[in-house]
């Protein structure tokens, strides 16, 4: 037998509605069997007996059908209402003006003590509130012991090291602790869902003899697609069309070239040599066309600007040669305390930036004087002198899309690319790396810029701009570490020159399609794209 329910007790009102019906007569008999309902009370001896409903005559119900209620009657005792109910005006506001009321309007209001006091009561575990085998299960499970706080204030965690070789030695055993089956750093390249970067070369061609040399320069890309090599004493020209290897100058014997670059047409090669010498060579007949000197230490790198051949010396010393004149120094720039390792012409010829062993880069003024007349050399002082790197700057680049972009990277110490706006001097980014910075390569077709790398990682790593960004990364491209680099004229191919006598030939980016029956205007300027500049064989 299921057990009763409690009768409830309903607390009845004072004052009766009147007019309504009872639930239940006064003659009802109660069902005994429920429980719900409780058994009616005796009636009031005060009540009349008759009915369970008042006596009305007909003339009071005449007075009340006319609206007379007589005075002392039995209808005054009544309760009647007097007033309608009438709703509060509702005033109209816009969209945009919020309401006065704030509070929801789902949620009843509540003193604000006596819900904290509720929420206090909630979070309780004390046993003496609860039940104290339900409270120590609790505890028991969730690990948390009685009167402790589950959230408190502590410490903050010390700081990783910021010590350069312990970073470096973290990133050489990384492979020993990689998961079986994982790719390596290195095995992939890709830069989103629809483009990958192989890290595997497009093509490798040995290069006997070639020097480890971090401040020297030895490769140069023309306009012409041919690649020029200096190996020893010896520089050789690669023709990517046909795969032809051509020998275009031979040094004394037991010296070497330490700098070499193509003129902006590709039709000429300017050679430096460890005396001061700089020598120009005609790439079709291969032939020496003149020898400049005046240097007095090894000249390292080599720029063009139409007919200016600019040379950086290892005194400190930057030359600008006007090769169609005789007295062909025009200009000396006098702004380094070390030997300069990088020199690069903006294409528009307005500035010329340099990097020294000094660890300084300067932004030089291109215009020049009159040459013409000009007895004895000019002298220019820099336009912007930076002193932000700590180690040599060899790594310069001008950005094809935006001529006021300079790139700069610093050598084993610093391992930093800078990115600097050449037209008010500032310094826009900077992206520290692992290991030294040989070279930088502006891409022509995609917000992106690639920088070679050399020990510890001997890496090839493409970033965008400006978040600065790591795209992609080839880690270990050589067997040693990555010294120089060479961008192909239409901005696809990039090719990388090391210590291990390798050169090797990178798919970076991709070059627009051009239209069909849409002809290219002049085939040989820098950055062409038609169908026979890629052939490499």
């Known amino acids: 037998?299921?057990?009763?329910?409690?009768?409830?007790?309903?607390?009845?009102?004072?004052?009766?509605?009147?007019?309504?019906?009872?639930?239940?007569?006064?003659?009802?008999?109660?069902?005994?069997?429920?429980?719900?309902?409780?058994?009616?009370?005796?009636?009031?001896?005060?009540?009349?007996?008759?009915?369970?409903?008042?006596?009305?005559?007909?003339?009071?119900?005449?007075?009340?059908?006319?609206?007379?209620?007589?005075?002392?009657?039995?209808?005054?005792?009544?309760?009647?209402?007097?007033?309608?109910?009438?709703?509060?005006?509702?005033?109209?506001?816009?969209?945009?003006?919020?309401?006065?009321?704030?509070?929801?309007?789902?949620?009843?209001?509540r003193d604000p003590a006596d819900e904290v006091a509720a929420t206090l009561d909630l979070m309780s575990l004390n046993p003496q509130s609860a039940s104290p085998g339900h409270t120590a299960r609790l505890a028991a499970a969730t690990g948390v012991p009685l009167n402790r706080r589950v959230l408190a204030y502590h410490e903050p965690p010390p700081a990783a090291s910021s010590d350069p070789l312990l970073a470096q030695a973290r990133e050489l055993v990384r492979p020993l602790y990689a998961r079986a089956g994982s790719a390596p750093a290195g095995s992939s390249g890709t830069t989103g869902k629809d483009r990958k970067i192989s890290t595997f070369p497009y093509k490798i061609l040995d290069a006997p003899g070639m020097l480890d040399d971090f401040y020297l320069n030895l490769i140069s890309w023309s306009s012409q697609n041919i690649v020029a090599i200096a190996l020893g004493n010896s520089a050789y020209i690669w023709k990517a069309d046909t795969g032809e290897v051509v020998l275009v100058s031979e040094g004394p014997e037991g010296?070497?070239?330490?700098?070499?670059?193509?003129?902006?047409?590709?039709?000429?090669?300017?050679?430096?040599?460890?005396?001061?010498?700089?020598?120009?060579?005609?790439?079709?007949?291969?032939?020496?066309?003149?020898?400049?000197?005046?240097?007095?230490?090894?000249?390292?790198?080599?720029?063009?600007?139409e007919h200016i051949l600019s040379s950086g010396c290892q005194d400190g010393s930057i030359w600008h040669h006007d090769v169609r004149?005789?007295?062909?120094?025009?200009?000396?720039?006098?702004?380094?305390?070390?030997?300069?390792?990088?020199?690069?012409?903006?294409?528009?010829?307005?500035?010329?930036?340099?990097?020294?062993?000094?660890?300084?880069?300067?932004?030089?003024?291109?215009?020049?004087?009159?040459?013409?007349?000009?007895?004895?050399?000019?002298?220019?002082?820099?336009?912007?002198?930076?002193?932000?790197?700590?180690?040599?700057?060899?790594?310069?680049?001008?950005?094809?899309?935006?001529?006021?972009l300079l790139?700069?990277?610093?050598?084993?110490?610093?391992?930093?690319?800078h990115i600097w706006?050449?037209?008010?001097?500032?310094?826009?980014?900077?992206l520290p790396t692992d290991a030294q910075i040989s070279s930088?390569?502006?891409?022509?077709?995609?917000?992106?810029?690639?920088?070679?790398h050399g020990y510890p990682t001997n890496a090839i790593m493409v970033h965008s701009y400006p978040s600065m960004e790591k795209v992609a990364e080839i880690r270990d491209a050589h067997d040693s570490r990555v010294l120089f680099s060479a961008l192909a004229p239409n901005g696809e191919l990039v090719c990388t020159a090391a210590g291990d006598e390798n050169l090797k030939f990178w798919k970076i980016w991709d070059a627009p399609k051009v239209k069909k029956g849409k002809e290219v205007k002049d085939s040989t300027t820098l950055g062409r794209t038609h169908s026979g500049i890629l052939s490499i064989r």
Not at 407 to 413: C, P, R, V, Y
Not at 440 to 452: N, Y
């Open 421 to 430: 706006n050449t037209t008010t001097g500032a310094r826009l980014h900077s």
């Open 1 to 109: 037998m299921p057990p009763k329910t409690p009768s409830r007790h309903r607390s009845r009102s004072e004052t009766k509605t009147p007019l309504t019906a009872s639930m239940f007569g006064v003659n009802a008999t109660a069902d005994v069997s429920n429980p719900f309902i409780v058994p009616s009370r005796p009636a009031s001896p005060i009540k009349r007996a008759t009915t369970g409903s008042l006596q009305v005559s007909e003339s009071l119900q005449r007075q009340a059908s006319a609206g007379v209620i007589r005075r002392g009657g039995v209808e005054s005792r009544l309760d009647v209402v007097s007033r309608d109910y009438v709703p509060p005006k509702s005033e109209k506001r816009s969209r945009s003006q919020p309401s006065v009321n704030t509070r929801d309007r789902f949620i009843t209001t």
């Open 325 to 404: 004149v005789a007295r062909h120094k025009v200009m000396e720039l006098l702004g380094h305390q070390g030997e300069v390792c990088g020199l690069k012409w903006r294409s528009d010829g307005e500035l010329l930036a340099s990097g020294g062993n000094d660890n300084v880069l300067n932004v030089w003024d291109g215009r020049l004087g009159d040459v013409g007349t000009a007895s004895s050399s000019a002298r220019s002082a820099a336009r912007w002198t930076k002193r932000n790197h700590t180690a040599a700057v060899k790594a310069v680049a001008w950005c094809p899309w935006q001529p006021s």
């Open 440 to 452: 930088i390569q502006w891409s022509p077709h995609r917000k992106e810029f690639l920088t070679t």
């Open 255 to 305: 010296s070497y070239i330490s700098s070499l670059d193509f003129s902006n047409d590709g039709q000429f090669l300017g050679v430096g040599y460890p005396t001061g010498a700089v020598e120009l060579w005609d790439v079709e007949s291969q032939s020496k066309l003149r020898t400049m000197s005046g240097h007095s230490a090894q000249v390292g790198c080599l720029s063009w600007h």
């Open 407 to 417: 790139a700069s990277g610093g050598g084993t110490s610093d391992a930093t690319v």
